[in-house]
């Protein structure tokens, strides 16, 4: 009799998973478990709310678990080094003989993963791994010249010109027959801190990830293109947090967006090909990370860029962490992050290039407080754009391409509605100058003043690149 366990990571759903799938598919016997470690959970910057995310999420998933006759079993365990003893440990002790995963492509998981399968090798339980995140296997698609991508353009052409439909074929679980004699356990979470404003903006579980994408599909993807950039209007499909921790598969995502266009990526609805390409650009991301591991070792993607004199300001930190620039957009994005763990994807460029630019502050300490607080907190989504941003990455916004807040604000929430939803200092405050701010102007309200000129900041930004450029010989 064949013993299996399914060790759940950052795919907690059982739709589309190909590890559990095939788990059912060779064992007799099959058990659940998630392995959870808090001192890893800090090391990698994660958010509280992502935190509650999770464990709401494991709840849901050992409900749907149990439909299937699966017991979920969580544990603890100190950090990723002790990590595959504790994984092992268990198998010995539950008589397993074969552990199936998903895999995670950061470089701490590659590297866990190695010792785990080095782990279970010496007790000569046998592993099998799985791919949920990704279309290709990072690193599978290359240029002509055989080198991985760094630009996304050709990435998605290669990307498209080699998909199969079949690629499309979703893992679909049978139900266990009877089940295993151990219960499931999830009693370690209640040990874990959980708070959080706003979590029930989040619902939990794979049915509530799955209404959110048909939500989306069927009202909003049709006007993706136009309303994506607009705030207010909340045009995109809020499911980075399903994504972030697999509630959802990306395929699930392509398939079902490409149902409702004739199963076309480039022509059809503008809309539905717009939101793949960014389920691309996800997918391009985890590639920059597998194929230049230097970005996940706190380094920039240009080389150049480690020359550049960044400043540092704790007075124009602690206003830009309190959503207290002075700059309404700046501002509202901040805080909305604060109070909902998500920001809308413009906002998130136009506060990381203030961030980067105009206070010309590493972009590694912006990165780093995106994680602190973002429920859909993805290392290589996150940094890919912190480093798009700062130009310091790949594919990255040229270094004198620096947006102006105001312009961004005036052109993508030209009624301030959005900055008055998330600033009630300038509930009140005339839309003509809700944009611009002004010492004089804001006086009659709590609304702080600027804390830099843009002008200057902008001449000063380019100039730190170019001695950067200059000092690295470019
Ligand atoms: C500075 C910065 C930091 C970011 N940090 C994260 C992060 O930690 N986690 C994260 O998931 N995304 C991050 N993004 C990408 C993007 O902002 C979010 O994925 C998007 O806002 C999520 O909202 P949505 O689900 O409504 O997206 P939609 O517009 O509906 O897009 C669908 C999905 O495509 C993916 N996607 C969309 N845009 C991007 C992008 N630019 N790069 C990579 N994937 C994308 C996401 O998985 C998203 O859920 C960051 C972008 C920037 C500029």
């Avoid at 409900?63 to 365990?77: H, M, R, V």
């Avoid at 136009?226 to 995109?236: E, F, K, Q, W, Y």
């Avoid at 010492?439 to 600027?450: E, G, I, N, Q, V």
Wanted: glycine share 4%; proline share 5%.
């Amino acid at each position: 009799m064949m013993k299996g366990v399914v060790w759940f990571r950052s795919d907690l759903r059982i739709d589309d998973n190909p590890a559990l799938t095939n788990a059912l598919n060779s064992c007799d016997v099959v058990l659940a478990i998630y392995i959870f470690s808090q001192s890893q959970w800090e090391i990698h910057n994660e958010s509280n709310i992502k935190h509650e995310f999770l464990l709401n999420n494991l709840i849901k998933l050992q409900e749907s678990l149990s439909t299937l006759n699966i017991p979920l079993i969580a544990f603890n365990t100190d950090s990723y080094k002790t990590l595959p003893q504790d994984l092992s440990s268990f198998a010995v002790e539950q008589k397993i003989d074969h552990v199936f995963w998903n895999n995670e492509f950061g470089l701490n998981e590659a590297l866990r993963d190695k010792n785990s399968i080095g782990s279970l090798k010496k007790y000569n339980i046998e592993f099998s791994s799985f791919n949920d995140q990704v279309i290709y296997e990072p690193g599978f698609l290359k240029t002509g010249q055989g080198k991985p991508f760094s630009v996304f353009t050709p990435f998605k052409r290669r990307w498209v010109e080699n998909f199969d439909m079949n690629f499309l074929e979703l893992a679909t679980p049978s139900k266990q027959k009877k089940a295993p004699s151990i219960q499931s356990d999830l009693s370690i979470l209640k040990f874990v801190k959980t708070h959080s404003a706003n979590i029930d903006l989040w619902p939990a579980g794979e049915s509530a990830a799955q209404d959110k994408l048909e939500d989306f599909l069927h009202s909003k993807a049709n006007f993706y293109n136009a309303s994506r950039n607009s705030p207010i209007l909340d045009g995109t499909s809020r499911i980075s947090p399903y994504l972030a921790l697999g509630i959802l598969s990306p395929k699930r995502c392509i398939l079902e967006g490409l149902k409702l266009n004739n199963y076309e990526f480039t022509s059809g609805n503008k809309g539905i090909c717009k939101w793949i390409d960014e389920i691309i650009w996800r997918e391009f991301y985890r590639n920059i990370m597998h194929s230049f591991p230097k970005v996940s070792q706190n380094q920039p993607f240009q080389d150049y860029t480690r020359s550049i004199r960044w400043r540092h300001s704790e007075k124009e930190l602690e206003a830009f962490y309190e959503g207290k620039t002075g700059f309404p957009i700046v501002d509202a994005g901040i805080r909305q992050m604060l109070a909902e763990g998500w920001m809308h994807n413009r906002l998130r460029m136009v506060v990381a290039m203030f961030f980067t630019k105009n206070m010309l502050h590493d972009w590694r300490l912006g990165e780093k407080f995106f994680m602190q607080h973002l429920i859909d907190g993805d290392f290589s989504s996150n940094n890919g754009g912190w480093q798009w941003s700062s130009s310091t990455g790949t594919d990255s916004a040229p270094y004198f391409r620096i947006f102006n807040p105001i312009t961004q604000s005036q052109n993508f929430d030209p009624d301030g509605e959005f900055i008055k939803k998330f600033i009630p200092e300038l509930k009140d405050f005339p839309i003509a100058k809700i944009h611009q701010p002004k010492d004089d102007l804001f006086s009659s309200t709590d609304y702080p003043s600027p804390i830099l000129d843009l002008k200057k900041s902008r001449i000063r930004a380019i100039q730190a690149f170019k001695d950067a450029r200059e000092a690295s010989g470019i």
